[in-house]
């Protein structure tokens, strides 16, 4: 069984930063996809980021010159720095992973999600 652990959240004024983690743990052998989501009240999930094994990061339009998604594959962890922020990037924000586990010997994967942690931009 994998878990996801989200810390970071909370309130900050416009134009400030955050800097959300999520970590893992349990039974890992790789994790080939890390990800943030975020969903506004009312609105649908939203994918903010998507960083790969070798690091290559994706962001949506909304994120692109503001957010940077990183990871540390020694401590099984994510990162989304979150920089000029906005009133609309207030949201739930969610990890997910891709997670490669093995049971047997067999070698699987699943997709793992943390609760959410809240952000909230407000003056």
């Known amino acids: 069984q994998v878990q996801l652990e989200e810390s970071g959240g909370g309130l900050v004024q416009p134009g400030g930063s955050l800097r959300l983690s999520c970590a893992a743990s349990g039974t890992i052998l790789a994790i080939p996809v890390m990800a943030w989501y975020r969903q506004a009240p009312g609105k649908q999930l939203e994918l903010v980021a998507t960083i790969a094994s070798g690091g290559s990061p994706n962001y949506a339009n909304s994120a692109k010159g503001r957010f940077t998604i990183s990871r540390d594959n020694t401590k099984n962890t994510v990162y989304l720095q979150m920089n000029s922020l906005k009133p609309e990037d207030t949201a739930v924000y969610s990890c997910?992973?891709?997670?490669?586990?093995?049971?047997?010997?067999?070698?699987?994967?699943?997709?793992?999600w943390g609760r959410g942690t809240q952000v909230t931009v407000s003056s």
């Open positions: 997910t992973f891709k997670v490669r586990s093995s049971r047997l010997g067999i070698a699987f994967e699943n997709d793992y």
